[in-house]
């Protein structure tokens, strides 16, 4: 299994903005990979749902919040996401050798239920 690119967590208590990068890869397939944080606390999820263009998928609650899924080329919306918290979506072009690194920063919905 190729090695996750380690990722740096800043704080980032004033924006809890999204933020991704794309870099090359050996492979001859796009990877989708990153880290969902709870903005709040700044610390990564326990657990995360991706959807990525309608396919569902979930981090395994080991890797804390990591999630990494090689892709084939092409065009893609992915969401980010836990219940509970508001969801991020990126829309994204992914070439082969693209990897796609992603800090999604998950704001708590505080809105009650009615």
């Known amino acids: 299994m190729e090695d996750i690119?380690?990722?740096i967590i800043t704080k980032n208590y004033a924006k809890c903005r999204t933020?991704?990068?794309?870099?090359p890869n050996s492979r001859n397939e796009a990877v989708l990979s990153g880290v969902a944080i709870d903005c709040e606390t700044q610390t990564p999820l326990k657990l995360v749902v991706l959807n990525i263009n309608d396919s569902i998928f979930?981090?395994?609650k080991e890797k804390q919040g990591r999630f990494h899924k090689v892709l084939p080329p092409g065009r893609y919306s992915i969401s980010i996401?836990?219940?509970?918290?508001?969801l991020q979506t990126i829309n994204t072009?992914?070439?082969a050798q693209d990897?796609?690194?992603v800090v999604?920063?998950?704001k708590e919905i505080t809105t009650p239920l009615e």
């Open 5 to 7: 690119t380690p990722c």
């Open 19 to 23: 933020t991704k990068r794309k870099f």
């Open 58 to 60: 979930y981090s395994d």
């Open 81 to 86: 996401g836990w219940p509970g918290y508001k």
């Open 93 to 95: 072009y992914l070439k």
């Open 99 to 101: 990897s796609l690194y």
């Open 104 to 106: 999604a920063y998950l």
